[in-house]
């Protein structure tokens, strides 16, 4: 994946879900490199210009990441199950605002506390 020229919240939280693993334990580990491997794909994508399977990307990225929730406790898998809902209903709908919106939450849930969310303008 090429790199990008500045500061990329999304690419950092790429490398932030390591704390997941230290977190939940290591049967979070293969999740987490398949989510990690996923926004990879999400990244490479985004650098080629294809928005629409960015965005299909995230969208199954999230779904894994609510499923490793959902092992862990129930009420937080259904909640990340519901914000993953959102943003496909988002992106079936055309609407950027909502869908980047639950992508923030997600990144939120998953222990992205970066300040920077809602100035990550190359959607």
Request: charged fraction near 25%.
């Amino acid at each position: 994946m090429a790199t990008l020229s500045q500061p990329d919240s999304f690419l950092q939280l790429i490398d932030r879900l390591g704390e997941l693993e230290v977190v939940i334990g290591p049967q979070a580990r293969p999740a987490v490199a398949e989510v990690r491997g996923r926004l990879r794909e999400a990244a490479a994508a985004r650098e080629r210009g294809d928005l629409p399977a960015t965005l299909a990307i995230i969208g199954q990225a999230m779904q894994r990441l609510a499923a490793l929730a959902g092992t862990l406790d129930a009420a937080e898998g259904a909640l990340m199950r519901a914000i993953a809902g959102s943003f496909a209903q988002a992106l079936s709908a055309g609407d950027k605002g909502a869908a980047k919106q639950a992508v923030n939450l997600m990144r939120g849930k998953a222990g992205d506390t970066s300040a920077d969310k809602d100035e990550d303008s190359d959607w």
